[in-house]
């Protein structure tokens, strides 16, 4: 078992850490004052090629492997996680969608533009009825002469209004439950789409979301993803690698309230001491640090399989499910180490303990994470693993 990152990876961190902590880490509180989708930064992402990092760079992508791409976006979280759901979520799904499903016309068509940043995508799978249990969607798409008719609305959408193009799932025959949805690839300036208010958020507010309403929206039959009946199916398994994303930015998160708390702990003195040098601080610090070694390793863990093409539907739910566990416990401990001044909005571990809350709610809760993993035991008996 090799667990050093290649030589070309440590050198990619490296210059996307300092590329991260010039250009986005200092923007990142004035986005959560005053919320703005971060257009100039992610067009610097773009050019980096980090929206499209495992997108072949026969489409226009990097054409990394997904390790890389973990380790890479755990250090945009580390510096902003408004900027690493944008990241995840564009690259993710849509483009992860396009590049497993969509035909040359659809590649060459889509995948440059998303990834070079030029356009951003984002993923339309959850509407207000239906969060958890993504099958009981409602949005339909009606079969009409050359192509659907789209109606129906989704929720949460990270990037709506923003992004450029739109991956919807929809149902082309009510009755098939699953199997009857499919996907459908939508641009924002076609007829017959709209975008609701940005939602309130507690944290990333930069990661603007909002429901997308479709109301008799034609959508041409060449912009059908995969065959009728395919969509629920692709959606999950493009779920697969977009949670290993989830626990990456978890990771970045909660490593960035680590690293203060530890900073701050080395500076701070109380009676007489600086108080890391108290088991009431330095236990807390040493279970931070151990179970963000655990999430990282299990993230690691998922990409290294996928990269290898193996089925990771289970170690994408248990690295999503600890990581973003692991992100709640240590950003509430990091606040805790800074005493008062953690709960001040001065400082910036508050600002982590409210973006970390929401990885353990979207790309599936942890309950629904659990659920996932709890199938899998069964399936992937006897295989091994
Ligand atoms: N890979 C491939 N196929 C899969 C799969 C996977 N990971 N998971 C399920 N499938 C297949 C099943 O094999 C089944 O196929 P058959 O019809 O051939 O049997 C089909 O999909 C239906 O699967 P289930 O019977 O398991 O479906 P279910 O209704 O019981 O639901 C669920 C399963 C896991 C609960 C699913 O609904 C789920 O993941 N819910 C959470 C939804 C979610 O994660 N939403 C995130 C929204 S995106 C987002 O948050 C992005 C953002 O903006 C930040």
Redesign the pocket.
């Known amino acids: 078992m090799e667990f050093d990152l290649s030589e070309e990876l440590l050198a990619m961190q490296r210059t996307v850490r300092d590329f991260a902590a010039r250009e986005i880490a200092p923007i990142a509180a004035e986005l959560d004052r005053q919320p703005r989708f971060p257009w100039p930064t992610l067009r610097r992402m773009g050019e980096l090629g980090l929206l499209g990092l495992t997108t072949p760079e026969a489409d226009g992508g990097a054409g990394l492997d997904t390790l890389s791409a973990v380790v890479l976006l755990e250090e945009i979280a580390a510096a902003d996680a408004s900027h690493a759901?944008i990241m995840?979520?564009t690259s993710g799904?849509p483009q992860a969608l396009l590049v497993r499903h969509g035909d040359d016309e659809q590649r060459g068509r889509w995948l440059p533009r998303l990834a070079s940043g030029e356009w951003i995508g984002?993923?339309c799978?959850?509407e207000p009825h239906a969060?958890?249990?993504?099958?009981?969607l409602r949005t339909r798409a009606e079969p009409v002469p050359g192509g659907y008719r789209l109606n129906g609305t989704k929720a949460?959408?990270?990037?709506g209004g923003e992004a450029q193009l739109y991956l919807v799932l929809a149902l082309t025959d009510p009755a098939a439950?699953?199997?009857g949805v499919s996907a459908f690839v939508v641009e924002k300036d076609q007829d017959g789409i709209t975008f609701g208010a940005p939602e309130s958020k507690l944290g990333q507010h930069a990661?603007i979301?909002t429901s997308v309403t479709f109301d008799d929206c034609f959508v041409p039959l060449d912009q059908r993803l995969g065959g009728e009946g395919q969509g629920?199916?692709m959606a999950?398994?493009s779920?697969?690698g977009?949670?290993i994303g989830?626990a990456a930015q978890s990771l970045g998160i909660a490593r960035a309230a680590f690293t203060a708390a530890l900073d701050y702990a080395d500076e701070r003195e109380a009676f007489g001491s600086p108080v890391r040098e108290y088991q009431g601080v330095s236990f807390p610090l040493a279970d931070m640090a151990t179970r963000l070694d655990a999430a990282r390793l299990l993230t690691q863990r998922a990409a290294w399989l996928r990269d290898r093409g193996y089925?990771v539907?289970k170690e994408a739910s248990m690295a999503k499910l600890f990581a973003s566990e692991t992100a709640g416990f240590v950003t509430d401990a990091a606040l805790q180490v800074f005493g008062g001044y953690g709960y001040s909005r001065d400082y910036p571990v508050e600002r982590y303990y409210r973006d970390a809350r929401v990885t353990r709610i979207?790309?599936?809760?942890s309950e629904?994470q659990r659920?996932?993993i709890g199938?899998q035991l069964y399936r992937d008996r006897g295989r091994g693993r």
């Open positions: 759901t995840s979520v799904l984002a993923f799978l959850s969060g958890s249990d993504a099958a009981a949460w959408i990270t990037g439950g699953a199997r990661a979301a629920f199916v999950m398994g779920l697969d977009g949670r989830i089925r539907t979207y790309e599936g809760t629904i659920i996932v199938r």
